[in-house]
Antibody, heavy 122, light 110 residues
Framework: QVQLQESGPRLVKPSETLSLTCAVS?????????WGWIRQPPGKGLEWIGS???????YYNPSLKSRVTISVDTSKNQFSLKLSSVTAADTAMYYC???????????????WGQGPLVTVSS | SSVLTQPPSVSVAPGQTARITCGGN??????VHWYQQKPGQAPVLVVY???DRPSRIPERFSGSNSGNTATLTISRVAAGDEADYYC?????????????FGGGTKLTVL
């Protein structure tokens, strides 16, 4: 059973960096799958942040690319998100997820974490 | 780049069939995936690759995709199906490959 669990500060000050880690259990991160981050502002829809392969290959949402870094630590079976220069608009639920599918026919998210609400406020 | 359009809301009586659409330019050329999200919970994949279902999802959930519209169909709707539903594609054709979500549809069971 694949399980994902996000951890990190729930409150971040404006202009600082949001940092979250996703611990994966029941499945090795060092496989054919990508791993991704998705966020959801309160009362709004889903927004993809980016995805990473265990080798370090990444895809980022162009609208966030300048502020996002996603990394992977295969020794700890986890991957991480950093979002810099945050504002109140970055307040959201942040979900990590396992990516399935392929580049040609399309990626999708088959296992999700429960997602912490991260609030940006002074 | 892909823009996916969903109706904000769909209402259906218990036992009837709900159809939730996802519109996009030539979306039939892409694989479409669908998620169900109940209040306070993480999204759950209900249909992938247009019409395949994860093993834990009931057969009442099905999908189709052709032309400019993909459709999620829920047969014999029950109160427990009330949720937000999102479509999603992978846009690999643009200069910057990306995941795109539709805006979501709230399904209300009357």
């Amino acid at each position: 059973q694949v399980q994902l669990q996000e951890s990190g500060p729930r409150l971040v000050k404006p202009s600082e960096t949001l940092s979250l880690t996703c611990a994966v259990s029941g499945y090795s991160i060092n496989t054919v799958n990508y791993w991704g981050w998705i966020r959801q502002p309160p009362g709004k829809g889903l927004e993809w942040i980016g995805s990473i392969y265990h080798s370090g290959i990444t895809y980022y949402n162009p609208s966030l690319k300048s502020r996002v870094t996603i990394s992977v630590d295969t020794s700890k079976n986890q991957f991480s998100l950093k979002l810099s220069s945050v504002t109140a608009a970055d307040t959201a639920m942040y979900y990590c997820a396992r990516v399935n599918g392929g580049y040609t026919f399309g990626y999708y998210f088959d296992y999700w974490g429960q997602g912490p609400l991260v609030t940006v406020s002074s | 780049s892909s823009v996916l359009t969903q109706p904000p809301s769909v209402s259906v009586a218990p036992g009837q069939t709900a159809r939730i659409t996802c519109g996009g330019n030539n979306i039939g050329s892409k694989n479409v995936h669908w998620y169900q999200q109940k209040p306070g919970q993480a999204p759950v994949l209900v249909v992938y690759d247009d019409s395949d279902r994860p093993s834990r999802i009931p057969e009442r959930f099905s999908g189709s995709n052709s032309g400019n519209t993909a459709t999620l169909t829920i047969s014999r709707v029950a109160a427990g199906d009330e949720a937000d539903y999102y479509c999603q594609v992978w846009d690999s054709i643009s200069d910057h490959p990306r995941v795109v979500f539709g805006g979501g549809t709230k399904l209300t069971v009357l």
